[in-house]
């Protein structure tokens, strides 16, 4: 069993993903998201699909693009 990184729950069918070089140890997709999705830049949810990029910035959507 593997301890998740970001809610500690010791799991069984935890799961580890590797960004920028650094792997992380997860319990579910949640805490995965929770920890290492980008957030919109406008409204602050994170973005789990494709967002877009303007300015530098990363945006949920079009519409919080254009804010």
């Not at 970001?6 to 140890?25: A, I, R």
């Not at 290492?36 to 830049?41: D, E, K, T, Y």
């Not at 699909?49 to 804010?67: F, I």
């Amino acid at each position: 069993m593997a301890t998740c990184d970001l809610c500690g729950n010791d799991y069984d069918k935890s799961f580890t993903l590797t960004l920028e070089g650094q792997t992380y140890t997860f319990d579910s997709f949640e805490c995965a998201i929770t920890k290492l999705a980008p957030s919109c830049a406008t409204c602050g949810c994170r973005i789990v699909g494709h967002g877009t990029d303007r300015d530098g910035k990363t945006y949920c959507c079009d519409h919080c693009a254009g804010q």
